[in-house]
């Protein structure tokens, strides 16, 4: 047998097993939010302000939000305020949210920060599944 038959044969089975296994990857696993849209964000010498809006999935429960700023590419988690009033724990209902925080952080002391969130969301078969992303990320130009 020659080597292209082999190929051919290798190639046909290896899209048939792609076809079979890609909705089984997490990039179709359940999104916690989309459509994040970010409506303002105001750098000062000692804080940034944050003002978003996303669409809340109701298969997932919020676990943790943080802000992280990154210096030299050094991750520190950082300290924020909601000015919603809301609690750093509070799990926003299914549907269109918004999120409104300021972040005490010096804007020459960093170069980016990001908000991330991890949620525990429930699967179409019923299985948990714990999902950490980055909710946004804002460049500190000096």
């Not at 999104?31 to 944050?50: A, G």
């Not at 939000?65 to 724990?89: H, N, T």
Request: with cysteine; glycine share 6%; charged share 25%.
């Amino acid at each position: 047998m020659t080597i292209l038959p082999r190929l051919t044969s290798f190639l046909l089975g290896a899209i048939i097993c792609s076809i079979f296994f890609v909705p089984y990857l997490p990039l179709w696993g359940v999104k916690p939010y989309t459509d994040v849209k970010i409506h303002s964000e105001v750098w000062d010498e000692r804080s940034f302000t944050l003002g978003a809006s996303f669409v809340k999935n109701g298969q997932c429960t919020l676990v943790s939000f943080s802000v992280v700023a990154f210096a030299s590419d050094i991750p520190v988690y950082v300290k924020y305020r909601d000015l919603d009033g809301l609690s750093q724990e509070f799990d926003r209902e299914e549907g269109a949210q918004g999120l409104n925080i300021i972040v005490d952080v010096e804007r020459d002391s960093i170069d980016y920060l990001e908000t991330r969130t991890r949620h525990r969301c429930i699967d179409e078969q019923g299985n948990e599944e714990v999902t950490t992303k980055v909710f946004s990320r804002h460049e500190a130009a000096k």
